[in-house]
């Protein structure tokens, strides 16, 4: 049973930054795809940042791109999502994704599991 937890989440004012985890219980993260999306109230979940089994490759959402940084730590079994320059509209609810596919997608619907998700706050 493959099991997401994240983690991190919390206040922050705006311009600060923020790191959230998702530790992975599967036996085969280092080859499963990654992802983090995320869902404000009221407005359809989005995505924001995916990596491949590779760890270069990476994929940001434009509105996240140069602020913030996807990495993996395989021998955790750990993502992570480097938050920088938070901005207010950034305040979501954060939810990390594992999809069984070996091609990066950046729609949910190709991610198989599901965290609960952290909740991640940019006061102004």
């Known amino acids: 049973q493959v099991q997401l937890v994240e983690s991190g989440g919390g206040l922050v004012q705006a311009g600060g930054s923020l790191r959230i985890s998702c530790a992975v219980s599967?036996?085969?993260?280092?080859?499963?795809?990654m992802g983090w999306f995320r869902q404000a109230p009221g407005k359809e979940r989005e995505f924001v940042a995916a990596?491949?089994?590779?760890?270069?490759?990476?994929h940001y959402a434009d509105s996240v791109k140069d602020r913030f940084t996807i990495s993996r730590d395989n021998a955790k079994n750990t993502l992570y999502l480097q938050m920088s320059r938070l901005k207010p509209e950034d305040t979501a609810m954060y939810y990390c994704?594992?999809?069984?596919?070996?091609?990066?997608?950046?729609?949910?619907?190709?991610?198989?599991?599901w965290g609960q998700g952290t909740q991640v706050t940019v006061s102004s």
């Open positions: 994704a594992l999809s069984l596919s070996i091609v990066v997608h950046t729609t949910g619907g190709r991610y198989n599991y």
């Open positions: 599967s036996n085969t993260f280092s080859r499963n795809v």
């Open positions: 990596i491949g089994r590779i760890t270069s490759d990476t």
